[in-house]
């Protein structure tokens, strides 16, 4: 794998010179922070109130440049290739054997003097294991959910108590997933009663009958959302797979999703910001990201982007402490632990497991694809 680590004597003295570095460095100057995050995690309105904040405090004119995560790899190729200063993967991503994005040197050590927020954080989100080694964070948790079972309550009495309600014959064609192979593997064997350990065994996982079942969830979606679950995906459907982030606009438009808490558990996962170690090249960008982080971090942003706007868990407590009880109703669960919502975190994979795992479902796309080809041709 590419390995690329900072020079560093280069590397320590920028980091020195940064730290003396007078504010009115920052004056007269413009600059454009690249971000590439999942849709949703940089709204038009706190974009243009962090851009007002950076003039405000640094003098800086600032650009924003935004792009959307379509697939869970696209952050180490922007990292990689330099095309991007702040990513936002999950957490099985960043310490993926395929990755390493820690020991490959493509993260730069975040200096948490910079980042006050950081006290706010849910005590059990300030130590977690794909950030922090040796004692050096590498990045910031921002938000927590799972990949859960979502359903329009006007189609139904009670909630469904497992994801084995997608393959239930009347629901065929009326359910959306998300065009994403590894999470609906995890789906389809928690489905099975497979346990969490056995969601990384590609070895329990090929066989005839889980085959069978993975292709038939497949075959009877009406359709495949990319990237994160909208409105426009779920609409008029009587279920679906889901982050949280459509249900806020489902409401707007008249109609109630709820989560569902299937007895099987669901996948889980932790979302976080890390910054590329290019950064430490730009020393008043380096600044301007951290500052990113801080503010995404902050309870305001937290309970307007995350609760309010994606209906998902915040890492801030004052955001928890200070939600509604409605919008406390809102959250999956309580805690990554909670034993009347069981979150499965996706697990780190290696490269023999994820080939299998991608091969999986891609069989299962290409029956889908053939088989609505046939139907076609009738």
């Not at 590439?36 to 003039?55: D, M, N, S, T």
């Amino acid at each position: 794998m590419l390995r690329y680590t900072a020079p560093k004597p280069i590397f320590n003295l920028l980091v020195l010179l940064f730290m003396l570095v007078p504010s009115h460095v920052f004056a007269e100057t413009s600059h454009v922070l690249r971000l590439l995050v999942w849709e949703g995690y940089a709204p038009e309105a706190q974009r243009e109130q962090f851009i007002q904040h950076i003039k405000d405090k640094y003098s800086v004119q600032l650009t924003l440049k935004v792009e959307y995560i379509a697939e869970a790899e696209d952050g180490f190729e922007a990292l990689r290739l330099k095309k991007t200063d702040i990513v936002s993967p999950a957490h099985n991503r960043i310490n993926d054997k395929r990755f390493r994005m820690i020991d490959s040197g493509l993260l730069l050590p975040l200096n948490l003097d910079n980042l006050p927020n950081y006290k706010e954080l849910n005590p059990s989100f300030k130590q977690l294991n794909h950030l922090v080694k040796d004692g050096v964070h590498y990045g910031l948790p921002f938000a927590w959910g799972p990949y859960g079972l979502v359903y329009n309550t006007e189609m139904f009495d009670k909630a469904p108590d497992s994801w084995n309600v997608l393959w239930e014959p009347k629901y065929r064609g009326q359910y959306s997933i998300a065009d994403y192979g590894e999470i609906n593997v995890y789906l389809t064997a928690l489905a099975m009663g497979y346990s969490a350990a056995a969601l990384a065994d590609f070895e329990q996982l090929n066989n005839p009958a889980f085959k069978t079942k993975l292709a038939a969830l497949v075959r009877n979606t009406q359709s495949l959302w990319v990237g994160v679950d909208t409105a426009d995906d779920l609409q008029h459907k009587a279920l679906g797979s889901s982050w949280g982030f459509a249900l806020p606009g489902l409401k707007q438009r008249g109609e109630v999703w709820k989560w569902a808490h299937p007895k099987e558990g669901v996948p889980g996962w932790i979302d976080n910001h890390v910054l590329s170690r290019e950064l430490a090249y730009n020393p008043v960008l380096k600044r301007i990201a951290e500052e990113w982080l801080n503010f995404t971090i902050s309870a305001e942003f937290q309970a307007q982007v995350l609760v309010q706007g994606l209906s998902t868990n915040p890492v801030n407590m004052r955001t928890v402490e200070s939600a509604t009880t409605e919008q406390k109703q809102g959250f999956y669960a309580k805690s990554l632990n909670d034993p009347e919502a069981v979150i499965v975190l996706m697990p780190e994979l290696d490269r023999k497991t994820r080939n299998g795992i991608d091969n999986l479902w891609n069989k299962a796309l290409k029956k889908r694809q053939v088989e609505s080809e046939g139907s076609h041709k009738k």
